[in-house]
C-alpha cells in the first residue's frame, strides 16, 4: 500500500486504472463521471492562481470525481454516502486511510450537505486537509451540475477570475437551462470558498 507522500506520476496511470474500474464495477453512468471529472479538472485548472493545489491533489480530485456516483451501485437514496462508504472499505482501490478519506469526503460532498465537522470522516481530516476537501469539493459540486441532464451538453468551461466574482463561461450548443439551474443551485460552496459571486453563461464556443 502506497503511503501519503508515494503516489508518484509513473503510479497515476495504474492507480487511475484501478480507479476507473472500480467506478465501471460500480456500473456508474461512466460517460457522465468521465464528462464531470473533464470539467472538474478545468476549475481546478483555471483557478490555480487562487488555490494554489498541487498535483497531488489535483489526482486525488479527479479520482473523486469518477468515483462520485458509484454508490448508485445500491440505489439513487443517499448515493453521495453510499459512495464514501465504498471509497473507505473497498480493497479495489490502492490508496491508503489518509487519501481515500480526502477522495471519499469529495464525493460525498458532490450533492447535499456542505463540509461540516459533525461528519465524522471530515472532522478525521487535519485543518489543511479539510480546507483541501471544502475548495475541492466545491469543484466537483459545480461541475455535477453542469451536467444535470447527464447530456454532456456543456462542452467546456473556462474561469475567469475577477475581484468580487468568478465569471465561468460554458461551451454548449443547446440552451442548456436546466445545466445553469444545477449549476447555480451547486455554486454555493465555491462561492463561499473564494468569497466571490459565481457568474455562469453559455456561450457557443470557446
Known sequence: MMSGQDIKSEDHSEIHSAVIE???TCESEFIHVNHVARLTMRLFDDLQSAHHLNKKDRFLLQSAAILHDIGWVEGWRNHHKTSLRIILETQLLPFNHHDRLIIGSIARYHRKA??????DHFAALNMNDRKKVQIMSAFLRLADGLDRTHQGRIKDLVCKLKK???VISCASAFPS???????MEKSDLLSLMFD???K?????SL
Open 200 to 204: 455562469l453563461k453559455i456561450v457557443p
Open 164 to 166: 468580487d466574482k468568478i
Open 114 to 119: 456542505l463540509p461540516n465537522m459533525s461528519h
Open 22 to 24: 472500480l467506478a465501471k
Open 196 to 198: 466571490r459571486e459565481i
Open 177 to 183: 437551462v436546466e445545466e445553469l439551474e444545477g449549476g
